[in-house]
């Protein structure tokens, strides 16, 4: 007998469709889970239209969505010390449906008092952040510069670098009502740009004429460009997002004659020898300050999966402030 569940499903036209699939079964390696609830990300809607068919996408008939947040339901062969029942949250590709198989090595161990709807919003930025602050070699007392610090992930990255011991951390956002938010998360300055700020002048004037010591880089175009000479010398900035544009025009002295290092990072892409060791690094160092509520992530909007449309017309606004949130019953 073949155990059915809902999922929203890619590629069959301009919206997901919640459909009755079959239930997966863990192969070698991996594990089942019981998906309670699961958070959208940036990259939900570009992944709809390059699968729409009737728009010119491929129509490649896929399970949507990355994070999740359940409980271990199967454990496969050779799949670690899983056992069935374990609260496990994480970001990993079929995640819009009540059951998934991932490798085991990806799930991370949910805090038992964090409930699903709360812990599933958290993997891609704990993942993200964290990976780009260790691609910048950050190390506590740094002053860290989060542009784009309102986006989802980039508020999980500001708790991150407070946790890790960061001296200073200053946020950018466009929205000045947002300028609240980002101190209560822990930044110490935040600069709204397009106030009248400039980029570069308000980061060398937080830091004493010096420069953030880290970069972590949402936003690129004009942005990145202007992160480069508001970095101390042999500083290091990571590009994480893309929000206004990839293309960007940078003045390469600014670079070399502050012995800058840029990093990409792009944990969808990353090859397993290179996620493993920060999820490793993420259990160790922060898994720890989530279990005490240090880290938490900002919920826009809490949805049941029948209300998935609700959810992608959030997305789509531009207006939705952290995660959209889908509960499965
Ligand atoms: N490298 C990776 O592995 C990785 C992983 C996940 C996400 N990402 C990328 O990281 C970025 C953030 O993702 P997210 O899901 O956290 O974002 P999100 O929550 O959807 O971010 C929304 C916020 O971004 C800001 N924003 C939007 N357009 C902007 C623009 N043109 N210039 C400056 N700010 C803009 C706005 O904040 P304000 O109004 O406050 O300015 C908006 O409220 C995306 O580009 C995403 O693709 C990368």
């Not at 709809?48 to 339901?73: N, Q, R, V």
């Not at 010398?233 to 990571?238: A, E, L, N, Y």
């Not at 209300?307 to 509960?327: F, H, I, P």
Request: with cysteine; proline share 6%.
């Amino acid at each position: 007998m073949t155990y059915t569940m809902k999922a929203l499903l890619l590629g069959r036209g301009p919206e997901w469709v919640l459909d009755d699939v079959p239930v997966p079964g863990p192969g070698p390696g991996e594990v089942l889970i019981r998906n309670r609830a699961s958070a959208t990300n940036n990259a939900d809607l570009p992944m709809l239209t390059e699968a729409d068919p009737t728009h010119g996408g491929t129509g490649k008939e896929s399970i949507a969505g990355f994070e999740y947040a359940g409980e271990i339901a199967a454990v496969g062969q050779d799949a670690g010390d899983w056992k069935v029942g374990d609260p496990v949250m994480g970001t990993f590709p079929s995640a819009f449906a009540e059951y998934l198989v991932a490798d085991h090595r990806f799930a991370l161990p949910r805090p038992q008092d964090l409930v699903p709807e709360i812990a599933c919003a958290l993997p891609t930025g704990l993942l993200t952040e964290f990976g780009a602050l260790s691609a910048a070699g950050f190390r506590p007392g740094q002053s860290v510069l989060i542009t784009g610090a309102s986006t989802s992930i980039g508020m999980i990255g500001i708790q991150i670098a407070k946790t890790l011991g960061a001296s200073r951390i200053i946020a950018t956002t466009r929205s000045t009502d947002k300028k609240d938010l980002l101190t209560r998360l822990g930044a110490d300055t935040v600069i709204v740009t397009g106030d009248g700020s400039e980029l570069t002048g308000a980061v060398l004037e937080a830091t004493g004429g010096e420069g953030a010591d880290v970069v972590l880089d949402h936003v690129a175009g004009d942005t990145f460009a202007a992160c480069l000479p508001a970095t101390a010398p042999d500083g290091h900035v990571v590009n994480i997002g893309r929000l206004a544009g990839p293309a960007a025009t940078i003045d390469l002295d600014a670079l070399s004659y502050r012995h800058l290092t840029v990093h990409g990072v792009s944990f969808g892409f990353s090859r397993d020898w290179e996620t493993v060791p920060i999820l490793e690094g993420l259990r160790a160092k922060v898994l720890p300050a989530v279990g005490r509520g240090d880290i938490a992530p900002v919920t826009d909007a809490t949805l049941t999966i029948e209300q998935y449309q609700e959810a992608a017309d959030r997305l789509r606004s531009g207006n939705a402030v952290g995660k959209v949130v889908l509960t499965f019953a």
